[in-house]
Structure formats: C-alpha cells, structure tokens
C-alpha cells in the first residue's frame, strides 16, 4: 500500500526556514518522481518544487532561489528545504508521487496526473 506522510510544517516568522519530509512506504522511491503543492485558503493548488525519477528538477517562479528539493532513496524521503520565508508561502503543503516517467515540469503544472497524495501540513508565515 503506497503511502506519503508529509511533516514539519509549523509557524514561523518571516525570513526564517523551514524543512517539509515526506515518507514514503509501500514502493521503491528511485521508481518514482515527487512533487511538492501547496495551497492557501482560497486559492488554487499550486505546484512549487517537482523532482522527477531521473532526477530532473523544476520550482515555480515564486520559491526559484529559496525552496530546495530533495530525494533520499535509501531512506524512502522526499525533502522540501525551504527558506527566506514569506507570508504569501502560508498554505498547506502536500506530498504527491507518481511512477510515469513525467518531466519535474509536467509534475508541477499538471496535479490531476499525479497519482497519490499525502494528507498535507500547514505551514504558517506571520509576524
């Protein structure tokens, strides 16, 4: 049974950092290509950082030079570093996976492709 648990998400001030996991059970993770959405209350779900099986990575125009992907494929995690946060980053963040080989692109800017999903966590930026 594949499943994606995201965590650490929290409340943080402006500028400050966070680090999202994502643990991955019940497959091989280096058979699989990652993405990273959040979203905010009322507005539309929006792919941030996507890593695809090869390796191949893609972030939106909003978090290029501040958000980082990463895969750990021996410890089955997906990683989102994020920093230099802002309150426009408030949103729930959640993990998706899919094993098609998709360009990181093609992950971030098509979710309804994307097979399975973590239940997300909430990342809060506020002074």
Do not use: H
């Not at 280096?30 to 959040?38: L, Q, S």
């Not at 909003?62 to 750990?72: H, L, M, P, W």
């Not at 802002?86 to 990181?104: M, N």
Request: charge should be neutral; aromatic fraction near 12%; proline fraction near 3%.
């Amino acid at each position: 049974q594949v499943q994606l648990v995201e965590s650490g998400g929290g409340v943080v001030q402006p500028g400050e950092s966070l680090r999202l996991s994502c643990a991955a059970s019940g497959f091989t993770l280096n058979e699989y290509g990652f993405a990273w959405f959040r979203q905010a209350p009322g507005a539309e779900r929006e792919g941030v950082s996507c890593i695809s099986r090869v390796g191949g990575t893609y972030y939106a125009d909003s978090v290029k030079g501040r958000f980082t992907i990463s895969r750990d494929n021996a410890k089955n995690m997906v990683y989102l570093q994020m920093n230099n946060l802002k309150p426009q980053d408030t949103a729930v963040y959640y993990c998706t996976a899919d094993t098609e080989f998709l360009s990181a692109q093609v992950m971030c800017i098509k979710p309804e492709i994307l097979t399975y999903w973590g239940r997300g966590t909430q990342v809060t930026v506020s002074s």
